[in-house]
Structures are given as structure tokens and as C-alpha cells.
């Protein structure tokens, strides 16, 4: 991991690796912007920063998307590559292209799939995008909180129960 710090405060994270002639510093440790950085070397959470930052929600988001969701009982990545291959089915029906035995395809957990039909395709895709909708918009949602919880907690994506709801049991 790399950071960016501005006096003893860190400013910006990242994963990939970075130029340390831009300002990034390297670091063993997991740090946030917000985190205060130590004259040790170590880092340590400020009381005015969210426990979790902004940055970690959104990964996590972008982590559950590429999982994906369960669709008529599959499970189906909802990633832009998934979603892609998806809307280029959906043209191959368009185009006449696809015959009458359909198109079958293999998901990622190994569940052979056969779409015979655009409206079998339409619905697997709007669910898709739905889900991903609703996840970007819970992320939306718990980046405004003023104390981030663990982004990693799965309830905290329960999108069968409003934010509120969650923050409740969590406290």
C-alpha cells in the first residue's frame, strides 16, 4: 500500500504502486485518508476521521458488484464485463442472430445457463442492473455517514432493509 500524507495527516491511499518522486510513501500497514501518521512509522486513527473511509466503502461496493447477485436462483457477476457480455446477447437476439436452441453459456461458479429468448436475457440484465444500482446507491449512502462503520459487514448491504434500520442494529 502507498499513502500521501500532508503534515502528520494522510491525504491519499492507494494499492497500486505509486512514485515516490510524486510524494507517495510506501507502507506495510493498512492505512485511510484521515489516519495520522506517528513518528514511529506506525499510523493511528484520528478522532475527527471516520473509523472506515469514503474510499474503502466504494471498494467494497465495487467488490460486491463483481460478485454479483442471485438471479432466478444463479449466481451471476455484475461486473461491466458481465454486463456487457449480457447487452451483446441481447443484440445477438436482435439480429436474428441466435437460433432456436438459444445460447448456452457457463457462469463463473461453473452453472451452465441457457438463454432461448431476449426476454430471458432482459430480465437476467435489468435484474443485474438493478442490483448494481441499488449497491452504488448504498454506498452513496453509508459514504455520507459522519462515522463509517465497517464497510465490510455484510448487513450493511442488506438491501431488503433501509440504512436506518441497519445503523439501529449495528448500535
Given at each position: ?163 436506518p434500520e441497519i445503523i439501529e442494529e449495528l448500535?
Amino acid at each position: 500500500m502507498w499513502f500521501k500524507a500532508q503534515g502528520d495527516v494522510v491525504t491519499e491511499v492507494s494499492y497500486a504502486s505509486e512514485d515516490a518522486n510524486q510524494g507517495w510513501q510506501p507502507t506495510d500497514q493498512v492505512v485511510y485518508p484521515g489516519d495520522l501518521v506517528n513518528g514511529d512509522g506506525t499510523f493511528s486513527r484520528s478522532q475527527a476521521s471516520s473509523a472506515w473511509s469514503r474510499l474503502s466503502v466504494a471498494e467494497e461496493a465495487e467488490q460486491r458488484i463483481e460478485m454479483g447477485t442471485q438471479i432466478n436462483g444463479i449466481q451471476f457477476r455484475c461486473d461491466d464485463k458481465s454486463l456487457r457480455r449480457l447487452n451483446a446477447l441481447l443484440r445477438g437476439f436482435d439480429r436474428d442472430a441466435i437460433g432456436l436452441e438459444g445460447k448456452t453459456y457457463e457462469t463463473a461458479a461453473g452453472v451452465p445457463i441457457t438463454f432461448t429468448s431476449k426476454a430471458e436475457v432482459e430480465f437476467v440484465l435489468n435484474s443485474a442492473e438493478d442490483f448494481e444500482l441499488a449497491l452504488l446507491e448504498r454506498s452513496a449512502e453509508i459514504q455520507q455517514l459522519d462515522l463509517i462503520p465497517d464497510p465490510s459487514q455484510d448487513l450493511l448491504w442488506d438491501l431488503t432493509k433501509t440504512l436506518p434500520e441497519i445503523i439501529e442494529e449495528l448500535t
